[in-house]
C-alpha cells in the first residue's frame, strides 16, 4: 500500500513546471490579443486618434493606391498600424520625430474595404497603450471598361428625332414621285425624237 502511495504523488517540479508553462501561454494570447485590439476595437484606445487619408479613395485594377497615417510629433509613439474591416494588415516601427507614415497598396479586386489606422506606445515598463483608431476610410474598385462587364458595345452620340422624320419624309417623297417622272418622260420622248430631225418641227402630246 504504501508502494501504491509513494507512486501516485506528483514530483514537485512538475507543478512548478505546469505553472511556468500555463503563464507562457497567457503571456502569448495576450500579446496576440494585444496586437488585435486596436484594429478590433477601435473606441477603446486610451491615446488621441491620428488623421488618416487614402488617395485615391477609388482606383482600377493595378492602380497605385497610397494611404497615409498622420499623428501628432509629441505623442511617443512606437509603431504604426494599418487595419482594414477590424484587421491588421500592415505595421510600421515609428521614428522618433517622424508624424507621417505612408502604405503603399496595388489595387486588385481583393483590395476593397473599410481602412483605418492607429498607433501605439510602449513605456519603460514595457506597457503598451493603443491609441483611438482614426475615422474609418472606404476603398473601392472600378472598372476599366463598363461595357466589357455588361456586354453591351460603346455607343455613339443620338440622331435626334426631327433628322430621323426628315429622312422619312424625304425617302416617301422620291418614292410617290417616281410614277410621275416616269409618265412625263414618256409623254415628251416623241417631241424630243422629233426635234432631233432637220426641218421638222415637233408639236408635244397633249398631256
Not at 488617395?55 to 509629441?74: D, H, Y
Request: aromatic residues 8%.
Amino acid at each position: 500500500m504504501l508502494a501504491q502511495g509513494g507512486c501516485a504523488r506528483l514530483s514537485p517540479a512538475r507543478p512548478a513546471f505546469l505553472l511556468l508553462l500555463l503563464l507562457l501561454l497567457l503571456l502569448l494570447l495576450g500579446a496576440g490579443v494585444m496586437a488585435q485590439d486596436i484594429c478590433s476595437s477601435p473606441g477603446h484606445g486610451d491615446l488621441p486618434a491620428p488623421a488618416f487619408h487614402i488617395t485615391p479613395t477609388a482606383a482600377q485594377e493595378g492602380g497605385l493606391v497610397i494611404f497615409w497615417c498622420q499623428i501628432s510629433w509629441k505623442s511617443p509613439v512606437t509603431r504604426i498600424i494599418f487595419c482594414k474591416d477590424g484587421v491588421q494588415v500592415h505595421s510600421l516601427k515609428a521614428q522618433q520625430g517622424q508624424g507621417n507614415y505612408y502604405m503603399h497598396l496595388t489595387m486588385t479586386k481583393g483590395s476593397t474595404g473599410t481602412f483605418t489606422c492607429g498607433y501605439q506606445q510602449k513605456d519603460s515598463n514595457n506597457q503598451v497603450r493603443n491609441s483611438a483608431l482614426s475615422a474609418p476610410t472606404n476603398l473601392s474598385v472600378t472598372d476599366r471598361n463598363p461595357s466589357i462587364k455588361t456586354g453591351l458595345q460603346p455607343r455613339g452620340p443620338a440622331i435626334p428625332l426631327w433628322i430621323w422624320i426628315l429622312r422619312c419624309v424625304l425617302t416617301l417623297l422620291v418614292f410617290s414621285s417616281a410614277p410621275i417622272i416616269t409618265l412625263i418622260l414618256e409623254r415628251w420622248r416623241p417631241w424630243a425624237t422629233g426635234a432631233a430631225q432637220p426641218g421638222h418641227i415637233p408639236i408635244p402630246s397633249a398631256l
